[in-house]
């Protein structure tokens, strides 16, 4: 199988601990770390993804917004500068240890932070990274 994620979930997987909007978006989100964390790979896809899953349901839910869609633009082209080559969706990506560690490391500098402006979660996720990523679920 497939994880399907917009871009910017490409960050946020960097620093998830187990915290998110609901009950039902946590556990959703676990088991979509621990499928990463096994090396499935990811799928990059336009709009809502597996992790927004239990939130879609919702028409007024902030990932149907623009602002998501602009933080997914900035994550594309912060990845893509990373990675040296064009992401689109349909690309896929596999998440092992190497890549893990090289998106962190340019997550803790601020390198690829771009697309986390004005998250309410961004306070959190630079707390993890500060703090040496103890307790991520997205581990390889």
Known sequence: MTV????HHLLCMLTYVGKGYSPAFVENYEAIAARLSAGEEIELVAGPDDICGPLTA????????????????????????????????????????????????????G??????????????????????YVGVRVVP
């Open 111 to 132: 390198e690829i932070r771009t697309a986390c402006s004005g998250c309410e979660w961004s306070g959190l996720c630079e707390s993890v990274a500060d703090g040496g």
């Open 58 to 109: 919702d028409p007024d839910a902030h990932c149907h917004g623009e602002s998501v869609v602009e933080r997914d633009r900035a994550a594309t082209e912060a990845v893509a500068r990373l990675l040296g080559s064009p992401l689109r969706p349909g690309a896929r990506i596999t998440p092992g240890a190497s890549l893990l560690a090289r998106l962190r490391k340019t997550f803790a500098t």
């Open 4 to 7: 399907r994620l917009r871009a």
